[in-house]
């Protein structure tokens, strides 16, 4: 029978990603109630999951003041909401998963990683990525000792620029008050995968530097107005174009496209222009009210020694219509790339979906193709949730069923804060000063 949960917040992930799950496994998951203050989302949900009227909230407070409803609550709320209908949602019984970041300030993560040592329910933290086969192939391959010691980690974040002008310029994650800074709203997932690379080496020190540097007003194009549809004179020439994105180069669907459906859940275009000239998204990428990094390196250093480099930029190559056409047609700089080099060989991947793994004694390199499996992050939101499922199902004593637990998923964001801090003050951070410094 399908676990029954409640949602808080039917936005893209809410609608795309745990309603889509929802009605591609009705036997695994049914949702029962909803909670969004936006009619046009919480209707959509509603009707695409037959909520009846008397489960169908307009806040998150609304639905947690109810008794508890469902053995699940998924809270897929944006960042600043997080820890609020989390830690109300445990206090009321719920196992929750919940969207990443764990909280937008490293004291709120701290502080719900508490509430969730003292709680006997569940709580998973959305890393998607360790449920993808590209990245569990990877970390199965370090953890077989196939490359000897890990000496060195290589890793890129090439947010692409689009999703870049989308999100941490025009949108939900454009400036640090409303949301938390880029290296923990965009990085915690790449943070995650490194410290499940590092196999249990804890972190001791970490350096950043980084900037906005290219999305600002003295960058914007002589005489460009304050919005795409206001008849700009570089529409034809500008990457960013509102325009050119949300609507001449939108598919006959939005599909799991969640930047365009947060434009607008229709694909008319008198619609779409409509909230082009109304919302965040049609604002010109020169003149908005962005104030987070479009450019950051951190170095890890981890125990024995083992060092990590890796730069989350906002000027990566757009995704190829499919990514099976990944592999060859573009040679990097696009998505999440990585290269481990360990004692007896080296693990690469030029592009996501695809690793090279080179034998220093037998001087062979093999090619393994993880594939593109169905659903968001290649497959991982999906795997994710049943996983999640699985650990419900299984009973709350199992508690450390679910494999990135906020325990697990707090050590990557202490290393995103101290980043920030370092980024910030321009000095290298030990961990250990800096979690001493938060409890003091
Ligand atoms: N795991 C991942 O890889 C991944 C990917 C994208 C986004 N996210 C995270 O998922 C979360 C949601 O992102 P999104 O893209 O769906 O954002 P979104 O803006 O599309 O959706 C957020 C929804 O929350 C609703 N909301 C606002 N106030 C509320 C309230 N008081 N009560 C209930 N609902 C309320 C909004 O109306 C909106 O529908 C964010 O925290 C984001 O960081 C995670």
Redesign the pocket.
Same mark, same amino acid.
């Given at each position: 029978m399908a676990t029954e949960a409640v949602l808080?917040?039917?936005?893209?992930?809410?609608v795309l990603t745990y309603g889509g799950f929802a009605k591609r496994f009705p036997q695994r998951l049914k949702f029962i109630a909803i909670?969004?203050?936006?009619d046009e989302?919480r209707e959509i949900f509603a009707n695409e999951h037959n909520i009846p009227k008397d489960r169908q909230f307009h806040?998150?407070k609304e639905l947690l003041d109810k008794p508890q409803l469902a053995p699940v609550l998924i809270n897929?709320?944006?960042?600043r909401? *997080?820890v609020p209908v989390t830690e109300a949602a445990l206090k009321k019984g719920y196992n929750v998963l919940q969207?990443?970041?764990i909280a937008p300030t490293i004291e709120d993560c701290l502080h719900l990683l508490e509430l969730a040592d003292r709680s006997d329910r569940l709580i998973q933290i959305?890393h998607?990525l360790r449920y993808t086969p590209y990245y569990s192939t990877a970390h199965e391959i370090i953890s077989s000792g196939k490359i000897g010691q890990t000496i060195t980690i290589d890793y890129q974040e090439n947010v692409t620029f689009d999703h870049m002008a989308h999100s941490f310029v025009r949108g939900?994650?454009r400036n640090v008050a409303g949301s938390s800074p880029m290296i923990i709203?965009k990085s915690c *997932?790449d943070l995650d995968i490194l410290v499940w690379f590092a196999n249990g080496r804890k972190p001791i020190r970490v350096s950043s530097f980084g900037a906005l540097t290219h999305f600002k007003p003295e960058n914007a194009p002589a005489g460009a107005p304050e919005r795409c549809t206001a008849g700009c004179p570089y529409e034809h020439q500008c990457p960013y174009s509102a325009i050119k994105i949300y609507i001449k180069e939108l598919g006959p669907d939005i599909g799991y496209g969640?930047g365009q459906w947060?434009v607008s859940p229709s694909t008319d275009p008198k619609i779409r222009w409509q909230a082009l000239e109304e919302g965040p998204f049609g604002r010109c990428v020169y003149h908005c009210d962005n104030d987070v990094v479009d450019h950051q390196v951190v170095n890890i250093e981890f125990e024995d020694e083992l060092t990590v480099a890796f730069t989350m930029q906002g000027f990566g190559a757009a995704w190829p219509k499919h990514p099976s056409e990944l592999y060859g047609s573009i040679t990097g700089g696009v998505g999440r790339t990585f290269t481990v080099f360990g004692t007896k060989g080296v693990m690469h991947s030029p592009v996501y979906g695809h690793i090279e793994l080179s034998d220093f004694l037998l001087k062979h390199t093999e090619k393994i193709h993880t594939g593109f499996p169905e659903g968001s992050?290649g497959g991982g939101d999906f795997g994710l949730i049943h996983s999640f499922l699985d650990a419900v199902e299984k009973g709350t004593a199992n508690k450390n069923a679910v494999n990135v637990s906020l325990k697990e998923a707090i050590t990557s964001h202490i290393i995103g804060f101290a980043a920030e801090q370092s980024r910030l003050n321009g000095k290298v951070v030990r961990i250990d000063e800096f979690i001493k410094s938060l409890k003091g």
């Open positions: 808080v917040g039917a936005g893209s992930r809410g909670a969004d203050p936006n989302h806040d998150w897929a709320t944006t960042d909401l *997080h969207e990443k970041p959305c998607c939900n994650y709203a *997932h969640g947060q992050h």
